[in-house]
């Protein structure tokens, strides 16, 4: 554990550095996709209209000046109120916007984890030896009045989501806040937010994994393959984000969930497209360092399902998918997520994460809840 006592600073996510952002984030215990530079970069050039940033950097007391090899976290927060009046245009039932767990009212002017509306895990970018300095920082930087930057009011609460229990922010966060709390106006809660089922395969053997799985869904997954490879071959490939295999699975996405689905004809659903281009156009400059992808599964030359997920060469995240629901004969969900575990599974990977939400579809592959957090900072 460090010793050093930390100072946290404002500063415009604009102005950090990648060198620096990337820096902290390999040294951030088990990251993922969504602490990226990219993921950030792109929602906020999406959602810059629906909140106001609030980035911190964690430097040793005492800096006179910022230099960026001093910086020893990243702390990416937004403010905006907790509900807005256009949220509503924006909510979609794939991923809904509506606050779970403690009620906070709508008018709170709320902090939170910066990009939390698509991001399905949040965290504090710093090595572990450092996090609770870091969450010390933070804590006395919510003490303080309002930044000028950041507005004349100050918070009503700080509620920040998407946190894991095994992520080391996650407690020091709480253990900072709480000791905060003793002294000032604040009550602090901590408090399941969602779940995010999991899929753990015991080898990349596919009937290996198919054994792990109850009899009737076994038999389900086997026979509906069968069905579709009778219509005509079924084959995928992995490829690279572009812009045509975006438009495809937004195609297909909207084929499938309509207005309902992230693609909704209006402001939110324009957002959302806007979103996942740009999520693309970044992730498909990273080169070497690249992790979102596109599966696409054809049955015959026929493309019935397209999924967007992250592979950081480790595990997979599913971030979302469509499908043709006109070929019924082939279920392309089920067909197109079994080739997509199939070759995920040839490639290395054993852990398959579906992200936010407990839709039965889920568990039927098998998927475990593994829980995420919220601390809930009020004032009294």
Not at 140 to 153: L, M, N, Q, V
Not at 337 to 365: H, I, V
Request: with cysteine.
């Amino acid at each position: 554990m460090s010793d050093a006592v930390l100072d946290a600073r404002p500063v415009a996510f604009a102005d950090i550095p990648r060198a620096t952002w990337d820096r902290l984030l390999a040294q951030t215990k088990s990251p993922t996709p969504f602490s990226r530079w990219t993921f950030h970069r792109a929602w906020w050039d999406a959602y810059a209209d629906t909140a106001h940033e609030q980035y911190l950097v964690c430097v040793p007391a005492g800096t006179a000046s910022l230099g960026w090899s001093d910086v020893r976290a990243i702390v990416p927060l937004m403010h905006r109120h907790e509900v807005e009046p256009d949220d509503a245009e924006c909510r979609t039932s794939v991923r809904p916007h509506e606050p779970t767990g403690t009620l906070v009212p709508g008018e709170a002017k709320a902090v939170f984890l910066g990009a939390s509306y698509h991001a399905d895990y949040a965290t504090v970018l710093a090595d572990s030896s450092d996090m609770q300095a870091v969450a010390a920082a933070v804590a006395r930087a919510f003490a303080r009045p309002p930044d000028p930057a950041h507005g004349s009011t100050p918070w009503d609460v700080v509620d920040l989501r998407r946190l894991r229990p095994t992520d080391p922010a996650t407690a020091s966060l709480e253990v900072a806040l709480r000791a905060a709390a003793a002294g000032s106006a604040w009550s602090v809660a901590r408090e399941q937010e969602d779940v995010c089922p999991v899929v753990t395969s015991p080898s990349g053997e596919w009937d290996a994994y198919l054994a792990t799985l109850d009899k009737k869904a076994r038999h389900e997954i086997r026979r509906k393959l069968r069905r579709a490879t009778a219509v005509a071959p079924m084959t995928i490939a992995i490829g690279a984000p572009t812009v045509e295999a975006i438009d495809a699975f937004i195609a297909l996405h909207r084929m499938r969930f309509g207005d309902d689905g992230l693609f909704p004809d209006n402001p939110g659903g324009e957002r959302s497209r806007r979103f996942v281009h740009r999520l693309a156009e970044l992730e498909l400059a990273e080169a070497g360092s690249r992790q979102l992808h596109v599966a696409q599964v054809r049955c015959g030359p026929r493309l019935v399902f397209c999924a967007l997920a992250f592979d950081d060469g480790e595990q997979v995240f599913l971030y979302n998918a469509g499908m043709d629901p006109s070929v019924a004969e082939v279920s392309p969900g089920v067909t197109g997520t079994a080739l997509y575990f199939q070759d995920r599974l040839a490639a290395g990977r054993r852990r398959f994460d579906f992200l936010r939400g407990n839709e039965p579809y889920k568990y039927e592959w098998g998927a475990v809840d593994e829980p995420i957090e919220r601390l809930l900072v009020t004032r009294r």
